[in-house]
């Protein structure tokens, strides 16, 4: 039976999955080699909740909900939303959303945003299902 659940421990095996994980989201080979120091640091952060479907317990899907407050109001940004090719097609995307969600309701965020490639279909539609809607931006990004 696979659980959806947020993450509350970090161990070697669950960076190995999310290792895993990565490469099936990111074009990037060299954007997926997180350590377990930044796992714990993630897990232990009250303003992050890490996001796991897992199949006897290997993680086989995740998302990262980061909340931040501004003067007038809380938001939050989804991250890193994916789902192992071998488990697609079987809601567990649907499933891990809806629990982040909840708990972005419950820490009393206001609005969630988030990014998707266009190439990403079958995300898009996911996230047009759950009622994200498309906000025509610009996205600028600066490497540090």
Do not use: C, W
């Amino acid at each position: 039976m696979i659980t959806v659940e947020q993450l509350r421990d970090a161990d070697q095996n669950i960076v190995e999955d999310v290792n895993r994980l990565l490469p099936q989201l990111r074009e990037s080979a060299d954007e997926h080699t997180g350590s377990l120091e930044e796992l714990r640091a993630i897990v232990n952060d009250e303003n992050v909740a890490l996001i796991v479907a897992r199949d006897d317990g290997k993680v086989v899907g995740m998302a990262t909900l980061y909340v931040m407050t501004k003067f007038s109001k809380r938001v939050g940004t989804v991250e890193d939303v994916v789902v192992d090719d071998s488990y697609r097609g079987k809601g567990l995307a649907t499933r891990i959303m809806n629990t982040l969600i909840e708990i972005a309701r419950e820490k009393d965020v206001r609005t969630l945003s988030l990014t998707s490639r266009p190439a990403r279909e079958a995300a898009n539609k996911l996230y047009q299902k759950l009622g994200f809607k498309r906000k025509e931006t610009n996205v600028y990004r600066m490497k540090l």
